[in-house]
T-cell receptor, first 116, second 110 residues
Framework: GAVVSQHPSRVICKSGTSVKIECRSL??????MFWYRQFPKQSLMLMAT?????????EQGVEKDKFLINHASLTLSTLTVTSAHPEDSSFYIC????????????FGPGTRLTVT | KQEVTQIPAALSVPEGENLVLNCSFT??????LQWFRQDPGKGLTSLLL?????REQTSGRLNASLDKSSGRSTLYIAASQPGDSATYLC?????????FGSGTQLTVLP
């Protein structure tokens, strides 16, 4: 089946620093990648949708200048949390989709971000 | 705006029982519905995907049904095992994005 990886799996950073999370589709080309965040005991909330070579579309309430998304190739998307604060601590999960429309999404294993 | 609700929020059953998890959604205009499993601190594992034109999908001990007109889906787990303990999420795809329910935390007691 389709495999999506994320790196790093865990990261601890100090308040005010920036953190980059990578999402890769290992055995397929992803037209679209999605970034979600999940707080403890809550469900996944979509942050943004990114298409290769174009700007990401952010959900309402998500600061585009704080959560920078780059989708440079059909197999790689990155999420950079800039000037991180403790309230940004969360579980970030990416997914990758082939084609458009209601196609299945394949999820990465997630990245646990802790901002101290 | 699509809303997805899962009932119950938590469920504890003895090993060997058959069980049903429920998912409801407010907008029946969907492309597909997916059931996922999430273990603590881990990502999502896709269990079953039902296209909007389908009524059910089966994989091993799992069977998922979809009734678009009533906005409901069920996930049936037969002969539950302790290894089935996890949070089960359903998600609907009205467009490219997925809208998730809040999940059902399942504990299967040995």
């Amino acid at each position: 089946g389709a495999v999506v990886s994320q790196h790093p799996s865990r990261v601890i950073c100090k308040s005010g620093t920036s953190v980059k999370i990578e999402c890769r589709s290992l055995d397929f080309q992803a037209t679209t990648m999605f970034w979600y965040r999940q707080f403890p005991k809550q469900s996944l909330m979509l942050m943004a949708t990114s298409n290769e070579g174009s700007k990401a579309t952010y959900e309402q309430g998500v600061e585009k200048d704080k959560f920078l998304i780059n989708h440079a190739s059909l197999t790689l998307s990155t999420l950079t949390v800039t000037s991180a604060h403790p309230e940004d601590s969360s579980f970030y999960i990416c997914s990758a989709q082939v084609g458009t429309g209601g196609y299945e999404q394949y999820f990465g294993p997630g990245t646990r971000l802790t901002v101290t | 705006k699509q809303e997805v609700t899962q009932i119950p929020a938590a469920l504890s059953v003895p090993e060997g029982e058959n069980l049903v998890l429920n998912c409801s959604f407010t907008d029946s205009a969907i492309y597909n519905l997916q059931w996922f499993r999430q273990d603590p601190g881990k990502g999502l594992t896709s269990l079953l995907l039902i296209q909007s034109s389908q009524r059910e999908q089966t994989s091993g001990r799992l069977n998922a049904s979809l009734d678009k007109s009533s906005g409901r889906s069920t996930l049936y787990i037969a002969a539950s095992q302790p290894g089935d303990s996890a949070t089960y999420l359903c998600a609907v795809s009205p467009a490219r994005q997925l809208t998730f329910g809040s999940g059902t935390q399942l504990t299967v007691l040995p």
